[in-house]
């Protein structure tokens, strides 16, 4: 088959895909800006997705692609489409709204990347749930979408109803949406902030939570356009900033807590990973990195140290797996710590008016 061929056939499963918000084809939409076709039946796609587009829609040109005869690999770049010219009018921000079926909503972030934020967000969810709650989990971390992997439900998809509603995965007794679940894992994501803001949206208002008693938001890190996004949308209850021992981190973690005070969102506390190694064998702990950071920043910010959780190879292992350590080890010495931050967190959510009957 020659590559004229085969860049017909790409063109012909193309134009079978429809762009519900625009009526056309993605071709006809203007939505594909370049195939490339290379030795061996490899596709490369320019993709456009606009901020009102389903994302959805990227897992389609994928699938119908793959599809074609002569195609043995299939690769989509997704861009945001130009946002529009700002108009002269004032147009004042979102204001959050009440969602009570959520429950309490809180944000779990960090300053910095690699400081275990999804670790500590998925354990907190599903200690929660072992405490009989009904918990939440939205995986916001729209750069990185790791929930899917630590809660072994990679490469699931959610359900849609007939009245085009989500229905979350479901896993260790917490319901949870993630872009993971929604887009290939190979997809070049280059995110422009309305999309960010519609994909938050969505995970708010068009998946079918049911009653819920906790919303736990891994958020991903530093302060952009998902967490203003999040805040201008729900009523959120706290905030977590997760950081590690060393003053790199937790400079950086003070920039997340700084963000999250200007929004008007409490900071519920600190929560200190890796800090220090505990020997699995004879128990001694050793501390790896600096020590006393969690609760240098916790007294800076007047805040509470809610958990002070120790390297454990278990951890990265369940995490992995997609058993949270929380389940698999809980009475590890992580486990333990995560578990005792599920704990304290029902505890401040009952004090503050939250959930109380099981």
């Known amino acids: ?6 860049r017909a056939r790409v063109a012909a499963a193309l134009t079978n895909i429809v762009n519900p918000r625009l009526g056309t084809d993605v071709i006809s939409g203007g939505q ?15 993709f456009t997705l606009a901020s009102e587009d389903p994302a959805g ?20 770049d997704v861009k945001g489409a130009s946002p529009a010219p700002p108009t002269p009018k ?10 009570p079926h959520l429950g309490t909503v809180i944000a779990v972030s960090s300053g910095k990347g690699g400081v275990g934020k999804s670790t500590v967000a998925v354990n907190l969810a599903a200690g929660l749930a072992a405490r009989g709650r009904r918990v939440g989990l939205m995986d916001g971390d729209i750069y990185g979408p790791n929930v899917p992997r630590m809660l072994g439900v990679l490469g699931e998809q959610p359900a849609i109803t007939p009245e085009r509603r989500i ?14 679940s929604l887009i290939e894992r190979d997809v070049a994501t ?7 803001t519609k994909i938050i949206t969505q995970f708010l208002g068009d998946v079918d939570w049911g009653q819920l008693d906790f919303f736990v938001v891994d958020l991903p890190p530093g302060t952009g356009d998902a967490q203003l996004s999040l805040v201008q949308n729900v009523q ?8 590690t021992p060393q003053e790199v981190a937790v400079g950086d973690a003070l920039r997340g807590a700084k963000m999250f005070e200007k929004v008007g969102v409490p900071v519920l506390g600190i929560v200190e990973n890796m800090a220090g190694f505990v020997c699995p064998h004879c128990g001694e702990r050793t501390d790896i990195f600096a020590t006393g950071g969690g609760q240098r920043l916790a007294d800076e910010l007047g805040v509470p140290l809610l958990a002070s959780v120790p390297i454990q190879a278990q951890v990265q ?5 997609g058993t949270p350590v929380v389940v698999g080890e809980p009475d590890s010495p992580a486990g333990t710590a995560l578990r005792a931050l599920a704990e304290r967190v029902e505890r401040e959510a009952a004090g503050a008016g939250g959930p109380v009957a099981r």
């Open 32 to 46: 594909v800006t370049e195939v490339i076709i290379a030795e061996g039946g490899q596709v490369r796609i320019a």
């Open 1 to 6: 088959m020659t590559e004229q061929e085969l």
């Open 236 to 243: 959120v209850a706290s905030g977590i900033i997760v950081t």
């Open 57 to 76: 829609l990227v897992r389609e040109v994928r699938r119908a692609v793959r599809q074609v005869e002569g195609v043995s690999e299939v690769r989509v």
């Open 317 to 321: 292992q369940a995490g992995e797996q």
């Open 167 to 180: 229905i979350p995965l479901a896993a260790h007794g917490v319901k949870l949406i993630s872009l993971g």
């Open 190 to 196: 280059i995110w422009r902030g309305p999309i960010i």
């Open 90 to 99: 004032t147009v004042p921000p979102p204001q959050p709204r009440a969602m």
